[in-house]
């Protein structure tokens, strides 16, 4: 266990992307059984296109979902690029939610709202406060910029501070 507890407000936000995640997965499983029981003319019919598009249109909602458990499921680690696919993954819902909604589907304001709580909760100051506690020192990755192919300290610039 770390040192520094992971705070509540990224609690928090791991409890609801996981949330997000299973229940997007569990809806994609149902549409998935939904399709393959029905006749391709019923898919035709309900979806407008073939089984094989409507399969091909699954594919990224079920990768989005399953980022999203991945990224709650890996956010105790802590870093930048967590701090990074947080990021994106809120920047995803809420373009997302915006689509739908210029499309004039109003379901994804739900996902919308839950999106901007995560990210009130993973901006917090708390947050933001562990994120960089949990960031690797220069102390213990190396004593300085390393060249990138010779594994030599790369030379430093003239007047620039290294940290």
Do not use: C
């Not at 609690?11 to 997000?20: D, E, F, K, P, Q």
């Not at 993973?122 to 933001?128: L, V």
């Not at 192919?149 to 501070?161: D, H, K, L, R």
């Amino acid at each position: 266990m770390s040192a520094n507890p992971m705070p509540l407000t990224l609690r928090v936000a791991r409890a609801l992307l996981y949330i997000t995640a299973i229940l997007g997965l569990l809806m994609m499983s149902l549409m998935l059984i939904g399709v393959v029981v029905m006749t391709e003319d019923e898919v035709v019919r309900e979806m407008g296109v073939g089984k094989g598009a409507t399969f091909a249109f699954m594919v990224p909602p079920v990768a989005f979902y399953v980022f999203t458990f991945y990224l709650a499921a890996t956010l105790r680690r802590g870093g930048r690029l967590r701090q990074l696919l947080m990021r994106v993954l809120v920047a995803l819902l809420l373009v997302n939610a915006l689509v739908s909604v210029l499309m004039g589907d109003l379901g994804p304001l739900l996902d919308a709202l839950s999106a901007t709580v995560v990210l009130i909760l993973h901006e917090s100051r708390s947050a933001r406060a562990w994120y960089r506690s949990q960031a690797p020192s220069e102390a213990a990755a190396g004593s300085g910029p390393q060249a990138p192919e010779t594994g030599e300290t790369a030379p430093e610039a003239p007047g620039v501070p290294t940290s």
